[in-house]
C-alpha cells in the first residue's frame, strides 16, 4: 500500500508538471525583450570533445547547448522544476513501470531533417545501452530502463525494470542533447568532433583554444526566439583574463563563477553597470585516490591524507579566492538526502580537532610502514578557480603530517585523460558537479565499474545500496541507504571530499532573463536570454 501511494503521488506530480511544460516560460523583467545583438562570454577552459553524452565538463556544455535540444528540461526561470522541451506531454503508468512522452510537431534539425521519435529514440539508446567503443558517462542514472520504444513519429516510451524515484529528474538532464539518428548509425562518435542539432541556435564557428560561436536558428520550433543574433565564448584559463574581459565590456557575462575577490573589484569599477547572482552551487570539489596504486591501495594510508586536510579553514581560507564554502560530505549540505552535521563530525576528516586528525594521520602512516612520509604526485587541471588554488591549499595541509605532493597542472583534455579514461595518476583533484541535486548522479561515480569512478575502487556494499536507493520510493528509506553509502566511502576513504562549490555570476546589467541555477550546466540554452541598449 505504501509503494501504491508513491507510486501515485510521483504520478500525480508529474500530470501536474505536465499540465505546466507546455507553456515556454514568460519573460520576468517587465521591459519588452529587444532583438539582436550578440552576447559575449568568457569560459575557464576548451572542451575536451563537443559529445554532451561523453563529457562531464562545463568547457563542453555552455559552448553546445544552444545548439541542442532535450526531451524534457529544467525550467531555465524556475529551478529544479522540469518542463517539456521536444516532450509537450507525458504520463506515468500506474504501476510505475512505463513512461510515455509526446513530442512537439514541426521540430526541425539544423540540416533541414525532421526530429522524430526515432531520433529521441537513438539518442536515449546510445546512454542507456552504448554500443562497445563509446563512453556514456550517465548511464548508471538510467538502470531502471529495460527498453525504449517509438511506436509512432511522435511518441516515445520508456519501459521500466523497476520503479525509479528519480527517472523523470534523470531525463530532464542538460547532457542529453537529442541527435538525429543517421548520423548515430553511421558513427556513433560522430558528435566528439561535430554539431548537428535543433536548438535555438545554429552552428557558426570553433577555433580551438580561442572562441566558440553560434548564430540564431530562424526555424527554431519555439515562436519568437531565440531573441539573439548569436553567441560567442572567449576561451581562456586564466582568471585574471576573464575578469578583465568582463571589466572591459569585451565580455558581457561569465556563466560558471568568479572568485569573490575579482567579483569585488568589478564592483568596485563598473558599479550599476554589472550584476551579481550568487548561489550555493550543486557541485562538491576534492580528490580522486588511485586504489590500485601503492601505497594508496592501503585504506591507512588514504585515510591519513583526509584526516590531514583541514576544511574549516579551508573554507575560510577559499571562499573568497576560489568559490568554496560549504563543509559536507557526498550531498550537498542543507538537502533532505545530507548526512547531519553530528553524524558527519564523526566520519575520518570532519573532526574539528585538528591536532587530534593530525595525530591520528601520523599514527595511521606509522602503522602502514611511512613513519617519515612519503612523496607523491597530485595532477590537476590548469583552471586556476579553483582547482589550482585548491590544491596548494591540499599541498599545505599533507606536509604537516609529512606528505609531500608534487604538482602537476594538465590541460583539461589531458587531466580527462589521466582521470577519467587511463587512471595514469597517483591522485588528482575532481570534483561532483551535476545540474539537480539527485542521489542517482552524485552517487554513481561510487559504483564499481562507472566512468566517473575515477578511484577504480570496487565495493559491493555500495554497488547493493546503489541499487536499493534508486528502487526506494519511499524517501526515508532512501535516505538511509544514501547516508550508508556516504559513511563506507568515507570510513574507507576511497575519495577525499574537500568543499562544496558557491556560484558568483558576473554580467553587465545589459544581459536580461538570466536566472542563475545552482550549477555551471542547466539553464545554458539562451533561448530566452535578451540584451539591453547601452
Known amino acids: 500500500m505504501q509503494r501504491h501511494r508513491a507510486l501515485l503521488t510521483i504520478s500525480a506530480l508529474v500530470v501536474l508538471i505536465a499540465s505546466l511544460a507546455v507553456t515556454i516560460p514568460a519573460v520576468r523583467a517587465a521591459e519588452t525583450p529587444r532583438r539582436g545583438g550578440v552576447l559575449l562570454a568568457a569560459i575557464g577552459a576548451d572542451a575536451p570533445s563537443l559529445d554532451p ?30 518542463i517539456g522541451d521536444v516532450a509537450t506531454e507525458w504520463k506515468i503508468a500506474p504501476d510505475g513501470l512505463a513512461y510515455t512522452f509526446k513530442l512537439h510537431q514541426g521540430i526541425r534539425f539544423h540540416d533541414g531533417a525532421p526530429l522524430t521519435a526515432a531520433d529521441v529514440k537513438a539518442t536515449y539508446d546510445k546512454i542507456v545501452f552504448p554500443p562497445e567503443g563509446v563512453r556514456s558517462i550517465r548511464k548508471n542514472a538510467y538502470t531502471a530502463i529495460g527498453s525504449i520504444e517509438a511506436p509512432d513519429p511522435s511518441t516515445v516510451v520508456f519501459k521500466l525494470k523497476f520503479p525509479s524515484a528519480s527517472l523523470l529528474a534523470n531525463l530532464a538532464s542538460p547532457w542529453n542533447v537529442i541527435y538525429p539518428k543517421k548520423y548515430l548509425d553511421k558513427d556513433p562518435n560522430y558528435f566528439k568532433t561535430n554539431i548537428v542539432g535543433s536548438g535555438p541556435f545554429k552552428f557558426k564557428n570553433y577555433t580551438r583554444g580561442s572562441s566558440f560561436e553560434g548564430e540564431r536558428n530562424p526555424d527554431y520550433f519555439v515562436k519568437d526566439r531565440p531573441y539573439l543574433d548569436g553567441y560567442k565564448f572567449f576561451i581562456s584559463p586564466e582568471t585574471s583574463v576573464r575578469a578583465a574581459a568582463l571589466r572591459s565590456g569585451r565580455a558581457f557575462i561569465e556563466f560558471r563563477t568568479m572568485p569573490g575577490a575579482e567579483v569585488d573589484a568589478i564592483r568596485k569599477q563598473l558599479g550599476s553597470k554589472i550584476v551579481v547572482q550568487e548561489t550555493p552551487g550543486t557541485g562538491l570539489f576534492g580528490i580522486a585516490i588511485n586504489n590500485t596504486v ?16 583541514d576544511r574549516y579553514t579551508a573554507s575560510r581560507v577559499l571562499y573568497p579566492l576560489a568559490s568554496l564554502r560549504d563543509v559536507g560530505g ?27 586528525n593530525r595525530a591520528e594521520a601520523r599514527r595511521l602512516l606509522a602503522e ?22 585548491f590544491a596548494v591549499f591540499a599541498i599545505q595541509e599533507w606536509r604537516k603530517i609529512g606528505v609531500e ?32 541535486d539527485d542521489p542517482d548522479l552524485f552517487l554513481q561515480r561510487y559504483t564499481t565499474g ?34 550508508e553509502i556516504e559513511k563506507i566511502v568515507l570510513d574507507n576513504a576511497y575519495y577525499v571530499p574537500g568543499l562544496w562549490w558557491r556560484r558568483a555570476v558576473v554580467h553587465w546589467a545589459k544581459v536580461k532573463n538570466y536566472v542563475a541555477p545552482p550549477n555551471h550546466f542547466s539553464n545554458q540554452k539562451l533561448q530566452d536570454v535578451w540584451l539591453a541598449e547601452d
Open 450 to 483: 562507472d566512468p566517473s569512478n575515477w578511484g577504480r575502487f570496487s565495493d559491493p556494499r555500495i554497488d547493493d545500496l546503489f541499487s536499493r536507493q534508486t528502487r526506494a520510493l519511499d524517501p526515508s528509506e532512501r535516505k538511509r541507504h544514501i547516508n
Open 53 to 82: 553524452h561523453q563529457e562531464q565538463t562545463f568547457a563542453t556544455i555552455e559552448l553546445v547547448a544552444p545548439l541542442y535540444s532535450t526531451l524534457l528540461q529544467i525550467d531555465p526561470l524556475q529551478y529544479p522544476k522540469i
Open 294 to 309: 601503492k601505497p594508496f591501495t592501503d585504506v591507512r594510508v588514504r585515510k591519513a591524507l583526509t584526516l590531514a586536510f
Open 330 to 356: 557526498l550531498m550537498r549540505p542543507g538537502t533532505e538526502w545530507a548526512t547531519s552535521e553530528a553524524e558527519l563530525q564523526r566520519l575520518p576528516g570532519f573532526g574539528r580537532d585538528m591536532e587530534k
Open 368 to 389: 602502514a610502514g611511512y613513519p617519515n612520509g612519503f612523496k607523491l604526485i597530485l595532477k590537476n587541471r590548469n583552471v586556476k578557480v579553483p582547482y589550482q588554488d
Open 405 to 436: 605532493a608534487e604538482h602537476r597542472p594538465l590541460e583539461t583534455a589531458a587531466w580527462f585523460a589521466d582521470g577519467r579514461d587511463t587512471g595514469s595518476f597517483e591522485l588528482i583533484i575532481s570534483g561532483t558537479f551535476n545540474y539537480i
